[in-house]
């Protein structure tokens, strides 16, 4: 991965962490997006022979220990939606980036319903409609994160 501008890569996925743990005002936090989803998904579809299921893990553990949730919560959601990804990234590839908006929303959906099924399953959580709000945002600003990553990606020519 640090290999041929592996070192964007790393900082994309940085800088989708700190956006993850940004404060923000309490009417618009429960819509933020899975950032770190979003750049670990586009990067599975553009290389996913650099970015797989085992990045997808060691992201998910380190939100773990950024959110201050049990460790391996995010992990456990992160990879299992990854490897649906990677499975498939040569049929998600071929759809429109509309298409593939609608995709990322129930990647993010059922990213967000494991996490919810685990926090249940190790403590009394309860389910509210409003921890799919993410999902929204998530399918709103593909296009945009996709459009970015891959001039990204051509300005610094990593394969």
Same mark, same amino acid.
Request: proline share 4%; glycine share 4%.
């Given at each position: ?7 964007? $890569?790393? *900082?994309?996925?940085? $800088?989708?962490? #700190?956006?993850?743990?940004?404060? #923000?005002? *309490?009417? %618009? ?8 989803? /979003? ?10 022979? =650099? ?9 998910? &553990? $380190? *939100?773990?220990?950024? *959110? ?15 490897? @649906?990804? %990677?499975?498939? &990234? ?6 429109? !980036? ?15 319903? %494991? !996490? ?8 009394? !959580? ?8 993410? %999902? @929204?945002?998530? /399918? ?17 020519? /990593? =394969?």
């Amino acid at each position: 991965m640090f290999s041929n501008n592996g070192f964007i $890569i790393l *900082l994309t996925l940085l $800088i989708a962490l #700190m956006a993850s743990i940004t404060p #923000m005002p *309490l009417s %618009v936090d429960a819509f933020r997006p899975d950032w770190v989803l /979003i750049v670990l998904v586009y990067w599975c579809l553009a290389l996913p022979n =650099k970015v797989n299921i085992i990045t997808a893990w060691v992201m998910g &553990f $380190i *939100l773990d220990v950024l *959110l201050g949730s049990v460790l391996g919560v995010h992990a456990c959601a992160m990879a299992l939606s990854v490897y @649906i990804v %990677v499975v498939n &990234f040569q049929k998600i590839r071929n759809f429109s !980036v509309w298409q593939q908006a609608l995709i990322i929303g129930v990647l993010s959906a059922q990213y967000h319903l %494991v !996490v919810f099924w685990l926090q249940r399953f190790l403590s009394d !959580v309860v389910f509210l409609p409003n921890y799919l709000y993410p %999902v @929204i945002t998530t /399918i709103v600003l593909w296009p945009w994160v996709f459009l970015l990553l891959r001039r990204v990606r051509r300005h610094f020519r /990593i =394969k």
